[in-house]
């Protein structure tokens, strides 16, 4: 087979030619423990403090307000269990959406099961909440506003300064899970009044197993993980020097290359999607306009978002669905479904998500191969058959 297409960057991105470089030497010549005081130590501990600058300075933080951890997940699990605990005194009620992440959605409902009352705010048909009914849900007992900066199926943008805003009003903490956006689309945590935020290594071209938690000064969240003084006490645990250094270095190549990126990319995703959807029974998800810059999403009538899957890949053209059935279930994603997606069309989702290394030519060759894929399958579809019958009529 010739080239590979990747079209799943929301999924992950390959890592930076810069980021390996500067993890290559922690990981073979300056292997010391950054808790040890003598030199090859005190090297790696150097390392840390320079990347946490680093991952501060890239979201608008201070240093001391970057926590590493191993993944979004944990730092998802870690702001909004420790919230829940720090503040359980106050009140149980959090709000949050109903298309967040599942690393925000199960512990969410881990809360539930211990007494905690999570307000899920629904959603437009373009993914987006109403800032209204945000400020409606918020209750004495509120403690937590917890909601995603960007999806990470169909790629819509939440107004997250306004929720800010109205979260630093009210007096409750603002979580936001900006997994998806960290490095795609300009943050800045003191301008969007934010007391916490995940962001992920890999989902900028930073390793795999790598994550960070900005937690606001004199927000007082309890530990993570407990043992050792590392990350002062929080998160304890010997830390992934390498990988905490190529977080670091692909997230400050990822904001000083922004804008162009952006530009790029955006371009990029809007022919695809003009090309798209001149497929007949396809429709956008998301956003049209507030949309992460890589992400095109779709569904396709009378088509199962698999069977594309597959068919792509063996065109050596990656992608994803968001009707997958990855958890064994064969019901279509939570999001899909918010959305108001009846059942059938949400079986027919794709979402291609593109990144800085795609080009023109990748773009062309989705768009020669894609339509003959959809036909491929639909011909082989009764409901299709059914379908166009329907519309003769
Ligand atoms: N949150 C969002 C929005 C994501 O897209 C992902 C990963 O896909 C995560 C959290 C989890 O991140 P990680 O893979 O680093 O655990």
Redesign the pocket.
Same mark, same amino acid.
């Given at each position: 087979m010739s080239k590979i297409i990747y079209a799943d960057n929301?999924? #992950?991105t390959s890592l930076s030619k810069h980021a390996y470089e500067a993890m290559t030497p922690y990981l073979i010549s300056e292997y010391g423990n950054p808790s040890s005081i003598y030199s090859v130590g005190r090297t790696a501990k150097k390392a840390i403090e320079s990347a946490r600058g680093k991952v501060a300075s890239a979201i608008g933080a201070k240093p001391e307000e970057i926590y590493f951890t191993a993944? /979004? #997940?944990?730092? $998802?699990n870690w702001a909004i269990k420790s919230v829940a605990e720090l503040k359980k005194s106050k009140g149980k009620h959090i709000i949050s959406t109903a298309i967040? &992440? &599942?690393? @925000?959605v199960h512990t969410l409902q881990k809360l539930e099961k211990q007494g905690f009352d999570v307000t899920y705010l629904g959603v437009n048909e373009n993914g987006n909440i109403s800032l209204d009914e945000l400020r409606a849900a918020i209750r004495p007992d509120t403690i937590l506003i917890t909601i995603?900066t960007?999806?990470?199926e169909i790629g819509t943008i939440m107004p997250i300064a306004e929720i800010g805003d109205i979260a630093r009003e009210a007096g409750v903490l603002f979580h936001t $899970?900006a @997994?998806?956006a960290a490095g795609h689309i300009p943050l800045n945590v003191v301008d969007m009044k934010i007391d916490l935020l995940?962001l992920?290594? &890999?989902?900028f071209k930073g390793p795999? /197993? #790598? /994550?960070a938690l900005y937690i606001k000064k004199g927000v007082r969240l309890p530990s993570n993980m407990q043992g050792g003084a590392q990350e002062r006490g929080l998160r304890s645990g010997t830390e992934n020097v390498a990988g905490i250094v190529g977080l670091a270095t692909a997230l400050e190549e990822s904001v000083s290359n922004m804008q162009e990126n952006m530009k790029k990319v955006t371009a990029l995703r809007d022919r695809l999607i003009d090309g798209i959807l001149k497929i007949p029974y396809t429709r956008l998800t998301g956003d049209l306009v507030n949309r992460l810059p890589g992400t095109a999403s779709f569904v396709f009538e009378c088509v199962e978002g698999e069977s594309m899957v597959l068919l792509l890949d063996q065109n050596g053209i990656c992608a994803s669905s968001g009707s997958a059935c990855s958890s064994g279930s064969l019901d279509p994603s939570h999001v899909l479904m918010a959305i108001g997606l009846p059942h059938e069309v949400a079986h027919g989702s794709l979402r291609l998500s593109l990144g800085e290394d795609n080009s023109e030519e990748d773009i062309d060759i989705i768009l020669e191969k894609l339509p003959q894929i959809i036909s491929r399958l639909r011909d082989m579809s009764p409901l299709w058959e059914e379908r166009i019958s329907e519309e003769k009529i």
């Open positions: 929301a999924a #992950t993944c /979004g #997940t944990e730092s $998802d967040e &992440h &599942h690393a @925000v995603m960007a999806n990470n $899970d @997994v998806q995940s992920s290594g &890999h989902k795999k /197993g #790598t /994550g």
